[in-house]
């Protein structure tokens, strides 16, 4: 079965800094899809960024990044320039590539604090 | 855009009692789900459905059960709640096939306290 972790509960940055959020999944899979989901206290669900396995090439969405290292199965997404808005719930999750129904597996969440 | 409408945003239930949580979505997803939200356990998985009338356990079925007899609707039933029962419920929807790594949307959730 596959296993996403996040190992911070929380973390807080100074508003304008970066700021990165680790994650390390398990899976015996090659061809999958990790997404980085935001939730704000309003509890909607929001896709941050998504990055496809069989690229190597790191995905980048305006001030979110991710470093991703299939062989050490991490997965860590690095927030630039961290604004105000950026306070909330962040989840790590893991697709196992297939059409069909496949489900998300996502880890326990980091909640991150912007500091004015 | 795609709308997952969860109908009950904040429900108090009495231990025993029958309780229906409901889902819409307006997109024709073939898949639906049921997560439930704990501080510390993140999403874990109910049960989820990829057709009208069928449904597959997830990882924490047991005290639940769901029902899909439209494809816009799937009710998640809890059918003597009881308060570990007491969570925040999502419901998340998705197509059957997005031939590239397909994206689930996801309602606003349903907070449910069990007294």
């Known amino acids: 079965a596959q296993t996403v972790t996040q190992s911070q509960p929380e973390m807080s940055v100074q508003e304008a800094e970066t700021v990165t959020l680790s994650c390390t999944y398990d899976?015996?899979?090659?061809?999958?899809?990790l997404f980085w989901y935001k939730q704000p206290p309003s509890r909607q669900m929001i896709l941050v960024i998504r990055?496809?396995?069989?690229?190597?090439q790191n995905a980048t969405e305006n001030r979110f990044s991710v470093n991703f290292q299939k062989a050490a199965k991490s997965f860590s997404l690095k927030i630039s320039d961290s604004q105000l808005g950026d306070a909330a719930m962040y989840f790590c999750a893991y697709r196992r590539n297939s059409f069909g129904n496949e489900k998300l597996t996502f880890g326990t969440g980091t909640r991150l604090t912007i500091i004015p | 855009d795609v709308k997952v409408t969860q109908s009950s945003r904040y429900l108090v239930k009495r231990t025993g009692e029958k309780v229906f949580l409901e889902c819409v979505q307006d997109m024709d997803h073939e898949n639906m789900f049921w997560y439930r939200q704990d501080p510390g356990l993140g999403l874990r998985l109910i049960y989820f459905?990829?057709?009208?009338?069928?449904?597959e356990k997830g990882d924490i079925p047991e005290g639940y059960s769901v029902s899909r007899e439209k494809k816009e609707r799937f009710s998640l039933i809890l059918e003597s709640a009881s308060t570990n029962q007491t969570s925040m419920y999502l419901c998340?929807?998705?197509?059957?096939?997005?031939?590239?790594?397909?994206?689930?949307?996801f309602g606003e959730g349903s907070w449910l306290t069990v007294v």
């Open positions: 899976t015996s899979e090659s061809d999958y899809y």
């Open positions: 459905s990829y057709d009208v009338k069928m449904k």
């Open positions: 990055q496809e396995a069989y690229k190597q």
């Open positions: 998340a929807s998705s197509p059957w096939d997005s031939p590239s790594g397909n994206t689930i949307y």
